[in-house]
């Protein structure tokens, strides 16, 4: 195993510092794999410990590992290319320069304010999303948005008449095999996150706009497990060939900048990070309930990064300073 000594004390600081709660975090390095749980579930209103197995809300991480898989499956079956225009699947949306590849890379420059969207009902929020504007940040500018994500999710149901998530569970999730995820956890098997409304949402997406959305949500609403992810993580690192519902060869494709020039580079669906000495790209997720999925498909090698830091409270600056840290510390380890 190679030493990563120092992410795994930046990691544990998480803890010991208490910006949060608890921490399972897993590393691994081709069939080596080191996996560690420390702290609490949850500490208020009780203290409660954090199991190895725990289900964590995944929230922006559902975007890679379910909406975007789906689609790689479209594109292995030569079902897509996502030079399609959006005006294609949803004809409501005008804007025909839009293609599914700017939304699957943030430079679609969909963007704008939707007022008193977290009182808008499932149908209102879905029209006020499919009609925002497109800016003069199109093509110019990479700004990440779960936007993009969701109407990604309404090209799937347009192609298979299902919401996305039911879609997600039938020809992603099942196929691999994962026990525990899924969009509809058990409240007792998940760890806890923000207050609301004078007790924890547990089992229940932290994002409001999966709470609103439900079914159709590309976003966010996926919950699941460390040993799931860590199976899921085999795929995309090369290490087990059989694992994800799509071919090696697609799957490194991922691993390429998919944005021009001048842009912040992106692949499908993720961000990138490159190898401080050979510069080539590491993909790269955050979740923002506390998640965080980084891997180096050529040295196979990866860390995965569970936590609960909306808990109690949703405001926690100091995580996302330590995460970047973290970050870091792992790709400068990773290079020995």
């Avoid at 921490?23 to 203290?47: D, E, K, M, R």
């Avoid at 779960?146 to 196929?175: S, W």
Wanted: aromatic share 10%; glycine share 6%.
């Amino acid at each position: 195993m190679i030493d990563y000594s120092s992410t795994q004390n930046l990691i544990e600081s998480l803890v010991t510092e208490r910006i949060v709660p608890g921490v399972n975090y897993a590393f691994i390095n081709n069939q080596q794999l080191f996996t560690s749980t420390v702290g609490f579930a949850s500490t208020y209103p009780n203290v409660t410990q954090l199991s190895p197995f725990a289900e964590y809300d995944l929230a922006s991480l559902t975007k890679v590992l379910v909406t975007e898989n789906i689609l790689l499956k479209l594109y292995q079956e030569d079902r897509l290319n996502f030079t399609e225009p959006l005006h294609d699947f949803i004809p409501e949306f005008k804007d025909e320069r839009v293609r599914l590849f700017h939304l699957m890379t943030h430079t679609s420059g969909i963007r704008g304010w939707i007022d008193h969207r977290d009182q808008l009902t499932h149908d209102e929020l879905l029209n006020a999303i499919i009609h925002l504007p497109v800016t003069e940040e199109f093509e110019q500018r990479v700004r990440y948005a779960d936007t993009n994500f969701i109407l990604l999710g309404l090209v799937i149901k347009a192609i298979y008449g299902q919401p996305v998530q039911k879609v997600g569970m039938q020809e992603i999730i099942k196929p691999m095999g994962l026990k525990n995820t899924t969009f509809t956890p058990e409240k007792t098997d998940c760890v806890p996150t923000v207050m609301f409304q004078n007790s924890s949402l547990q089992g229940v997406p932290h994002d409001p706009k999966a709470r609103q959305l439900g079914s159709d949500c590309g976003s966010a609403g996926l919950f699941a497990s460390m040993n799931d992810l860590i199976t899921i993580s085999k795929g995309y690192l090369g290490l087990d060939d059989q694992i994800l519902p799509f071919s090696q060869e697609v799957v490194s494709l991922l691993f390429d900048n998919k944005n021009p020039t001048g842009l912040r580079p992106r692949s499908w669906g993720w961000d990138l990070c490159f190898d401080p000495e050979l510069h080539y790209p590491l993909i790269l997720h955050t979740g923002y309930t506390g998640i965080l999925l980084l891997l180096d498909r050529v040295k196979k090698t990866g860390l995965i990064l569970l936590t609960n830091r909306v808990h109690p409270t949703g405001h926690n600056q100091i995580f996302l300073a330590v995460r970047e840290k973290i970050i870091q510390s792992f790709i400068t380890e990773n290079k020995h």
